[in-house]
Every structure is written in C-alpha cells, then in structure tokens.
C-alpha cells in the first residue's frame, strides 16, 4: 500500500512539476479586443450577447480546471470560442467581475509573466481592496497597446507619405499639362 502512495504522490508532483517548477516563471494568457464594438457573449454557442466592449479591452484566459494543472490563465476554447475573465470596467472590481466568452478573430493573443502567482490568475487581489488585474498582467497590457499604438503611428505616417507622394505626382501631371499647352 506504502508502494502505491509512493506512486501516486510522484506521479503528481511529475504531472504538476511544470507549473509548480521555476516558481514565478509561469506564462498566463491574454487578450485585448482589435475593434470597436466587441461582443461579449454569455455562452459558448449562441448569439446572446452580454455587453459589447471598445478596442482594447483587455480579458484575461479562463481555465476552469486551475486545480489540476496550477495555471488559470491558461487558453481555454469551446466551440470556437474563448472562455476569459474580466472586469467590467476593464480596470478593477467596482463594476464587478465577469466570465463569458469571445471570439477569437475579435481579439490579439498576448502572454504574461505570472510573476510568482502559482495560480497565474492574472488577478491581484489585496485584502481589504478592491480586486484588479495583476502588475505582471498590466505590464504585458501596456506592452501590446503601446506596440499597437506605434504601429498605428506608422501605418498613419505611411499614409501620409502616400498622400504627400499622390500630391507630387499630380504636381508634375499638371506641368507636364502646362509644357504641352505651351507648346501649342
């Protein structure tokens, strides 16, 4: 009977040795909505929707079975769509929390260091305050938002130069006009 708890315990702590293994080096799993308009549904399938978001709401990854595998904030997808937390304010606690589901093609995936969280909830909950998302969790948010910013930045830059570009070809278009009716 000894042999047989022996066994179990270990192959626990093999099952168990990723997330618990590197203690604070765990990876969670985030989204932030690419559009305006983002609906938020109340379950898997269906078309009812809870609330819709703006561009750059974050969510965090909700995986039901943290117990068994140490990590909450792991990608958990059901009929196609993504099972994630969060805030309804996108911030903290005051407006209450949320799970419910979203598609994929309406958000941009992003990892997060759990930063010594075994849970990796992403979620930072100090007594006697109000729940918010963890600094490792935010840290990686401001990451992707300023990432999108910059290259909003340059697509917009690079819209200009066309413009500028466009502008200089009907420059010389109408010179070459002027040269021909000179000529004339």
């Given amino acids: 009977m000894n042999i047989i708890k022996i066994a179990v315990i270990a ?3 093999g099952v ?27 379950r898997s399938t269906g ?9 750059g709401f974050p969510f965090i990854a909700f995986e039901s079975s943290a117990v068994i595998s140490g990590v909450m904030a792991a ?3 059901s009929d ?23 598609d994929p093609t309406d958000v941009e995936k992003f990892s997060f260091d759990c930063c010594g969280d075994i849970r990796c909830s992403g979620i930072k909950a100090v007594i006697f305050k109000t729940r918010t998302y ?5 840290r990686a948010l401001s990451e992707v938002v300023s990432k999108n910013q910059k290259a909003g930045d ?7 130069k066309l413009k500028l570009q466009l502008e200089i070809e009907k420059l010389k278009l109408e010179r ?8 004339k």
């Fill in 47 to 55: 078309d009812e929707v809870d609330e819709t978001v703006k561009k």
């Fill in 80 to 102: 196609g769509r993504l099972h994630v937390r969060y805030w309804k304010n996108g911030k903290d606690a005051v407006g209450g929390e949320n799970t419910a589901w979203i």
């Fill in 176 to 183: 070459e006009k002027l040269k021909q009716s000179e000529t």
């Fill in 75 to 77: 990608e958990s997808v």
């Fill in 154 to 160: 340059n697509s917009n830059a690079e819209i200009e």
């Fill in 16 to 42: 168990s040795s990723t997330s618990w293994a590197g203690y604070g080096s765990n990876i969670g799993m985030g989204y932030i909505s690419k559009t305006e308009n983002t609906k938020v549904y109340l």
């Fill in 134 to 138: 963890s600094d490792c969790f935010n």
């Fill in 11 to 13: 192959a626990f702590l």
